[in-house]
T-cell receptor, first 112, second 113 residues
Framework: GENVEQHPSTLSVQEGDSAVIKCTYSDSASNYFPWYKQELGKRPQLIIDIRSNVGEKKDQRIAVTLNKTAKHFSLHITETQPEDSAVYFCAEGMDSSYKLIFGSGTRLLVRP | AAGVIQSPRHLIKEKRETATLKCYPIPRHDTVYWYQQGPGQDPQFLISFYEKMQSDKGSIPDRFSAQQFSDYHSELNMSSLELGDSALYFC????????????FGQGTRLTVV
């Protein structure tokens, strides 16, 4: 069935350090994996996404890696800044459907 | 740039009342998703529409119904409201067949008292 496990639930890092959040999915048919950032009381905003035909995608300080064999994907944030503090959600979807299933979220705190 | 518009932004209802939430997708987007997010929870998928037809259904209670109209806006109708329905309700929209980049609206905060 559809299920996305996300770890860790909370993550505290020093400004300038890297942060890594991992998600595991169960449905091998899933082929779309976005990451959303949500600040308190605001809407989730897409920060990066990846499709199953690539293994890595990078956008400035943010990168996502995908391991299809192991069914997991990760978000990497380098040179973290206090404004990176938020809740990050991974999600999975597939071309044959019209829904995104979200992970449980990771609360990232970047200490100045 | 135009974004997903949701109305109202805030809504307070009493138990057993009904509520209607509206969503206006980004122009030319043909897919609408509805999500429910409780405090400290992840967004839970409720239902989606593609080209005005229901495309996928998630954990939407039978007391809720939704539809997408000819102008692609969508409405989520909630009846016999319960205290547990209090949550942030997000609508998201995307373009093209199948799941793709989805943009979220600002949400409607529903409080049931």
């Amino acid at each position: 069935g559809e299920n996305v496990e996300q770890h860790p639930s909370t993550l505290s890092v020093q400004e300038g350090d890297s942060a890594v959040i991992k998600c595991t999915y169960s449905d091998s048919a899933s082929n779309y994996f976005p990451w959303y950032k949500q600040e308190l009381g605001k809407r989730p905003q897409l920060i990066i996404d990846i499709r199953s035909n690539v293994g890595e995608k990078k956008d400035q300080r943010i990168a996502v890696t995908l391991n299809k064999t192991a069914k997991h994907f990760s978000l990497h944030i380098t040179e973290t800044q206090p404004e990176d503090s938020a809740v990050y959600f991974c999600a999975e979807g597939m071309d044959s459907s019209y829904k995104l299933i979200f992970g449980s979220g990771t609360r990232l705190l970047v200490r100045p | 740039a135009a974004g997903v518009i949701q109305s109202p932004r805030h809504l307070i209802k009493e138990k057993r009342e009904t509520a209607t939430l509206k969503c206006y997708p980004i122009p030319r987007h043909d897919t609408v998703y509805w999500y429910q997010q409780g405090p400290g929870q992840d967004p839970q998928f409720l239902i989606s529409f593609y080209e005005k037809m229901q495309s996928d259904k998630g954990s939407i209670p039978d007391r809720f119904s939704a539809q997408q109209f000819s102008d692609y806006h969508s409405e989520l109708n909630m009846s016999s409201l319960e205290l547990g329905d209090s949550a942030l309700y997000f609508c998201a929209s995307s373009y093209d067949e199948g799941v793709t980049e989805a943009f979220f609206g600002q949400g409607t905060r529903l409080t049931v008292v």
